[in-house]
């Protein structure tokens, strides 16, 4: 469907019914990778932890700060507005897939992949400090 979206003589914007934030806001909440997808150099690992730490502490921050903005209360008594208004705070901060879910569920992704990193960071330092007990004292000594 093609519109034009100039304004009209008279008035702001054309009336349209198209909705496509939903799918936009979505889109831009990202997947977590998994300790698998990403490569860390193993003196680097701690760093990488702590950074993801710091951006989920933001990310909830942020949503704290900000979901009692984006509830709406109804502008009138009627029913359209008293429906859509609760549609729309269900699906900013409802059921499973609002909005607010997903971005927790987000944060809560990002801690538990600081978390493995954590874990393979020790498990790093063990396996290099195995390897070189293994070797045990290979000095070259001065005869």
Do not use: C
């Amino acid at each position: 469907m093609s519109e034009n979206r100039e304004a009209l003589p008279g008035s702001l914007m054309p009336f349209t019914t198209e909705f496509t934030g939903g799918e936009q806001l979505n889109a831009s909440v990202p997947g977590v990778p998994s300790a698998r997808d990403i490569q860390i150099a193993p003196d680097k690992i701690l760093d990488v932890a702590r950074i993801i730490e710091e951006q989920a502490a933001a990310l909830q921050g942020k949503l704290a700060q900000h979901l009692a903005a984006l509830r709406i209360n109804a502008p009138s008594e009627d029913v359209v507005s008293t429906n859509v208004v609760q549609v729309w705070n269900e699906v900013i901060a409802g059921d499973e897939g609002s909005y607010e879910r997903k971005v927790r569920s987000y944060v809560l992704q990002l801690r538990s992949l600081a978390e493995q990193l954590r874990k393979a960071s020790g498990t790093y330092q063990l396996d290099d400090e195995q390897k070189a007990a293994s070797f045990g004292d290979r000095r070259v000594y001065p005869a």
